[in-house]
């Protein structure tokens, strides 16, 4: 019987966990495809998950990541439209082909084993081909399935963005630059906080933002916001920070604008707390929040990404062992990188 490396969290105190174990090479079922991995893109999610601080059902010992980008190795007897050969990237949810996801228990690497294994086999209606004129890496397109899809949704899941509007990143993580490229390939005016002139500086130089807010020595940078935005407000935020910046969001938002709400990375207290829904209708605003993304969004952002040869971030890869693994989940948790950090097979 074939095996294969698969890691494993052991426990949930810490990414330290992982552990390597030998298993049998999954084969692909009758509707199934059995990839051979290239890339794996990390994300916050994968060090909340390892750590106990992911708010959603996690499988015992489950294999984690949830960005897989490989090559299709063999075909399930059902399956059509793809052969062994065809490179690939798989959907984060396991079940939505459209529309939103509707529960939290089949995204890839926390309720349902992911893809930090040498082989995965997956539904074949899961899996979108990477177009075959890119020259793109597998760690960029990796980085498409969590990242590229949420910001994707994010700038047209609900009202498509128009060239010429305005769009806020908050921080220089992965969301953010990723949402960056995509919102610039889109005419939009583009502008960014982070808590480092220095990372301000280098996304400046390197992916060409318009405008950057240091959010650190402007706590009020609603206002920076409204500045450059000669007082029209900024018709789209990626919201990261959660609780803890959606005031400056609304005060930031234009009549009408789009805040998606993404990530929990500055948590309010309670008593501190924006009175968010008198704020929204002061504005008319629109305040939703994003899970990932559909198989759907995951094709639209794969053709517009591939159509525009969007060189997407990443920042650093490291190699498909237990101890690089681990060093990957530390350099991602000390918020050195700027844009994404990806597991190369
Ligand atoms: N809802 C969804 O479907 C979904 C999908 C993907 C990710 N997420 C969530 O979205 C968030 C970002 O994900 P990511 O993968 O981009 O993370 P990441 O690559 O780890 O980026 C984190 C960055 O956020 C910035 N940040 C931290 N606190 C901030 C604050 N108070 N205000 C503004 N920026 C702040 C920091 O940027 P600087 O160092 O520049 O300050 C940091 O480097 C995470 O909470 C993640 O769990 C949610």
């Known amino acids: 019987m074939s095996t294969q490396t698969a890691l494993r969290l052991t426990g949930r105190n ?3 966990q992982l552990a390597a174990f030998q298993e049998p090479r999954p084969t ?10 290239r890339s794996a893109a990390l994300n916050f999610r994968d060090i909340a998950i390892s750590t106990s601080k ?6 015992d010992q489950v294999v984690p990541g949830s960005d897989a980008a490989g090559d299709i190795v063999s075909v399930g007897e059902g399956v059509t439209g793809f052969s062994a050969g065809d490179k690939v990237v798989v959907s984060f949810d396991q079940v939505t082909q459209y529309g939103p ?6 995204g890839l690497g926390g309720p349902v084993d992911g893809v930090l294994r040498e082989y995965i086999s997956v539904p074949a209606q899961t899996v979108v081909k990477i ?3 890119s020259t793109l890496s597998y760690a960029q397109w990796a980085s498409v399935v969590c990242t590229g ?3 994707w949704n994010s700038l047209y899941g609900v009202s498509a963005i128009k060239p010429g509007q305005t769009v806020l990143f908050q921080g220089t993580g992965g969301v953010s630059i990723t949402g960056l490229i995509l919102a610039k390939a889109a005419g939009a005016k583009t502008i960014i906080t982070s808590s480092s002139d220095e990372k301000l500086r280098h996304v400046k130089e390197k992916y060409g933002v318009d405008f950057t807010i240091n959010y650190k020595t402007t706590p009020d940078w609603a206002a920076e916001a409204q500045k450059i935005t000669n007082g029209q407000g900024v018709d789209y935020i990626l919201e990261n920070g959660g609780s803890g910046t959606i005031k400056q969001s609304l005060d930031a938002i234009a009549f009408g604008g789009v805040i998606s709400v993404i990530g929990f990375l500055a948590q309010a207290s309670q008593d501190e707390m924006p009175d968010v829904s008198t704020l929204a209708l002061s504005k008319a605003a629109i305040v939703r929040g994003i899970i990932i993304g559909s198989k759907q969004q995951l094709e639209e952002a794969v ?8 060189e997407l971030p990443v920042e650093k890869t490291f190699k498909f062992t237990r101890d690089q693994v681990v060093e990957a989940y530390a350099y991602l948790t000390s918020g050195q990188h700027v844009g994404k950090v990806c597991i190369d097979f």
Do not use: C, D, Q
Not at 54 to 59: A, D, M
Not at 101 to 106: A, T
């Open 28 to 37: 692909a079922g009758k509707h199934e495809v059995l990839i051979k991995m």
């Open 54 to 59: 992911y708010p959603f059902k996690v499988k």
């Open 131 to 133: 177009p075959s004129h």
């Open 101 to 106: 996801i509707k529960n939290w228990e089949n």
């Open 149 to 151: 899809v949420t910001a």
């Open 303 to 310: 053709r517009f990404i591939g159509e525009k040869n969007l």
């Open 14 to 16: 810490s990414w330290e």
